[in-house]
């Protein structure tokens, strides 16, 4: 992907060629930035190869920004530098490489080509830029010995102007929307300590923030020193490719944070704690293991850090109804090591792990019953290539499993189209009954979200009415207040009951219609037009949407008009296993294909018949040749008929 390095992000112009298996599968030239990121975020690539990282990012901040801006699994890579000391030139790695036959000037096109294909073979290093921090701490300025009454007024003094100081500078970080994160040691009253983690360099504090180190309080701003950026040879990385399965991440914030990351079958994959650990470093180590779904916490109440955290993987958060308590979390723990047999080797080595495990697995068995249900409604589908992962994480979105369902059918029906565009005999655009069915599955879906709110509306009101009445009771009021209320939930549980029925019949309604959508893309099923009866009207009716092939649900009564016009539109029958032979020959000496079907489903004037369309097609062809074989035998022995008749006749004259 070249660009010009010596205009800026905004002004540069690129070209760029993104490539799928080997193969060039887009390319674009003269594109500016903004629509450089939109392409990057679009396609979600593994990989950005350059020829030289100043195209895209002028300096290390540029840099910075840009990796802010894009998929957090896409890595940079500058294919030139081929390990930590060495820089080639592209047109010379291209040479090595094979991917041109002589030394010569390339185009951007040719060059992002080129890069692209450089990247995929492993060569050039990923890089990497480290986020500048800052630390602020906030303490005694020196130690207090054991003492009497005035020692101890003394400490609290201490603890007080402490607690004051940091007050103050976090009013400063506020103002200046300035990132941080702070960890605090409680005194009996105010601080003991407190540390703050400036997401900025120590230079942008100036002027803001000074140390300060007085008689009783001290003030230390020490400033993260780490390499700007990293050149990590490609070669080292591919084998390890950062992996993209969906994490549930169970988080323990404190002076010393514990993280514990779980996937979606219930596989812990780390637990580890460190002392102040920086969010950068948080997200860093949860990435190398997948991409984090949920953010679970022990205690009811979520600390910033977390909230900080989920905002910037943008991730919800899992919290328990109340603070789970030590002997809840021992027992999580417990229950997953006896179901695992702890064969994945997990060591819990401090309380911090500890917390941050349970409130992952805490999580973990939440969705669980629901992740097992999902997998059984796929199973007993027979739904194929479905990323059951995919799926469940829908769940953890708060999608229910119909919905899921019937989304995972919507796009297997959508690929089975798009793969396949001419699947039936009859043009599907062309049906207008398979039209009609396709909005009925519509309509069914629009009812059905609105009764799914409806119900929701209804569970929040008796929710706050059952609190309402507890209210009373707790407060001992009028016996007549609480009947009343009592009454109205009654009544509104009755209703919530119905809805809930309703809303059972209508996800069978919608599962029953998708499952009929894809068997019939699958070819497992023949989607066809239902004729009620053989009359002038209704097969001028049918005829009138195109139909070539329809089910005939009443064989009699059928005029010899009738007949004569199915006949002429070259109509092919498709009647029930039931209709008898005697009943067909009517047809068949009209010169009409008629076959007998099994009939697997019927839905207004749609009829789902077992068998692919090719098989329909190719029986009734065959019952064609037959009946055309019938008729001119027929034809022949009339007209032998006749000139047996003609010649007798002559003879006899």
Known sequence: MPGASKLSMTQARYAIAILENGNVKYKSENINFLKLLEIINREKPDLIAVDNIREIAPSNGDLAWFYEHIPPETKIVQVTKVSEDEVKSIVDLALEHKLIPFKTKLTPIQTAIIAAKLASQGIGSIIQIHAEETLIVVSRARTLKAGGMSSRRYERNISLLILRVARKIKEILDKNNIDYDVYVRKADVGLERCLFIVYAPRQRLKGLIKPMRGHDILVKIKEVRRQEIHAIPLTRTLEKSRPRRPLIVGVDPGVVTGIAIVDLNGRVLDVESRRYYPRTSIIETIRAHGVPVLLATDVAKPSMLVKKLAAMMNVKIFTPERDLTKDEKEELIARYMENSGNKFNITIRDTHQRDALAAALKAYYHFNPKFKQ???????????????????????????????????????????????????????????????????YDKLKVEYQYLLHENNKLRQEVKELKRIIVDYFRQKRKPPINEALKSKVRMLESTLKSLEAKIDAKEKELLKIMTLLMEAACLKLTVVPILKSPSIQAVREIASKGAKIVFLENVKPVSEEALSKIAKLGLGILVSREVSSSDLELFENAGIPCIKVRIHEKIGNIAFVEGSIIDIVRMLRKKQKEIDRKLRKYSMEKIKDIIDTYRRLKIEN
């Open 374 to 440: 999902l997998e059984a409604k796929i199973k007993q589908l027979k739904l194929q290539e479905i990323n059951l992962d995919e799926a469940k994480v829908q769940i953890i979105k708060g999608k229910s499993i119909t919905e899921i369902i019937l989304d995972l059918i919507s796009d297997m029906l959508k690929r089975k189209s798009e793969k396949e565009k001419t699947l039936a005999y009859i043009p599907l655009e062309r049906n207008k009954d398979l039209e009609i069915l396709r909005q009925s």
